[in-house]
């Protein structure tokens, strides 16, 4: 069955430290790969995105994610923290039409000042 | 950027009752998506809507639930009734094409007593 799954329910990192946030996936086939993030009572909003081609993809305030075939992992990065990263982190995957998204469960990011 | 809105942010009600989800998708969207997330899970698709019509309906789409958006109005997710079960954050989201991002909104939390 297709899943994602995200192995750390909470992340702790102090600000100015460098982040990875892990994601695996099962699928046949290669699916498009996603991170959101949710602040406090916001929506969640699209971090970035792979669909083929280079394996680190780049998004947005200095976010980065790897895809690996190899290791069916789409682990998501960042060098340098900042207390308002400070949020839930989604991975998510689809098989493209329909956008029909499986999610991971999430991961709870602090970061301490 | 674009936003999603849903009235309102929580919703208390009695099992057995109907209610009524509003989602006020991106203007020029065509496709709109129901997600459900019950406290401490992950994010699970319910359906997905284009041109009036239900695309796809996972098995947590039960038959208590209908989907409509009348007059390219709200995009609206009906449970008649409710059952305790039915207690979630509900989300919804929209997208230009069936490929495109998903946009989503903040959540319903819906509680059911």
């Known amino acids: 069955a297709q899943s994602v799954t995200q192995p750390d329910a909470r992340v702790t990192v102090s600000e100015g430290a460098s982040l990875q946030l892990r994601c695996k996936y099962s699928y046949s086939g290669t699916p498009y790969l996603f991170w959101y993030v949710q602040y406090q009572r916001q929506g969640l909003q699209l971090l970035l995105k792979?669909?083929?081609?280079?394996?680190v993809v780049q998004g947005v305030n200095g976010f980065e994610a790897e895809f690996s075939k190899s290791d069916s992992s789409f682990h998501l990065r960042k060098a340098s923290v900042h207390w308002s990263d400070s949020a839930v982190y989604f991975c998510a995957a689809s098989r493209g039409s329909g956008n029909k998204l499986i999610f991971g469960t999430g991961t709870l990011l602090s970061v301490k000042p | 950027g674009p936003k999603v809105l849903q009235i309102p942010s929580h919703q208390i009600i009695d099992m057995g009752q109907m209610v009524t989800l509003n989602c006020d998708p991106v203007s020029n969207h065509l496709y709109f998506y129901w997600y459900k997330q019950i406290l401490g899970q992950q994010m699970e698709f319910l359906v997905n809507?284009?041109?009036?019509?239900?695309?796809?309906k996972s098995k947590l789409f039960k038959d208590q639930f209908s989907v409509e958006r009348p007059d390219g109005s709200y995009f609206t997710l009906k449970i008649q009734p409710t059952a305790l079960e039915d207690s979630a954050v509900y989300f919804c989201a929209s997208s230009f094409s069936g490929k495109e991002t998903l946009y989503f909104g903040s959540g319903t939390r819906l509680t059911v007593l």
């Open positions: 792979y669909y083929s081609g280079d394996p």
């Open positions: 809507f284009y041109n009036g019509k239900v695309m796809e």
